[in-house]
């Protein structure tokens, strides 16, 4: 009972204040942004805060607390979910990786919004040429005119056509 559990030592805790203060220390390194240019975008997410709060919570002795304000700011700055910044940092990656895996999240997110955009363009352009359907081959020239590239602006023609880019 009690006495089969292995001696483990101290369990950290999952969620705590001090696993914040340390993702907040990394997501701005992470992002290579200085304490002062954290505390702007956290006072412009609406929560006053200056350069030597973030430097207390990240290394004051004792350390600054954080009110949940503060780490909803932070969550949203960093544009993770609360629960996440609340998580203790994972082992094994170094700043570098870090920084590789934070720009490869942020070119999924811009493609796919990109991605969403020229879906959106191209079911109403198919919209447009089924109301007007002597508009079909100008808006199809205007497509190479603006492309230039003769397959990209037929692969485009073909997702008007299709009626989505998808």
Request: net charge negative; with cysteine.
């Amino acid at each position: 009972m009690a006495g089969d559990w292995p001696d483990v030592g101290e369990v950290p805790l999952l969620y705590s204040e001090g696993n914040v203060a340390a993702r907040v220390a990394l997501e701005r390194e992470v992002r290579g942004w200085s304490t002062t240019e954290l505390a702007e975008r956290v006072t412009r997410a609406g929560i006053k805060m200056n350069q030597t709060a973030v430097w207390r919570i990240e290394n004051g002795t004792p350390r600054r607390r954080i009110n949940l304000d503060e780490a909803l700011a932070f969550a949203r700055v960093f544009e993770l979910p609360l629960e996440e910044l609340m998580s203790p940092p994972l082992e094994g990656l170094d700043i570098a990786s870090r920084r590789l895996v934070q720009e490869a999240v942020e070119a999924f997110y811009e493609t796919r919004d990109a991605r969403d955009r020229l879906h959106h363009a191209v079911v109403a352009i198919s919209d447009h040429i089924k109301a007007h359907p002597d508009s079909s081959r100008a808006i199809h020239e205007q497509c190479l005119r603006l492309m230039g590239d003769e397959r990209d602006a037929r692969t485009l023609s073909n997702d008007i056509v299709d009626g989505g880019h998808y």
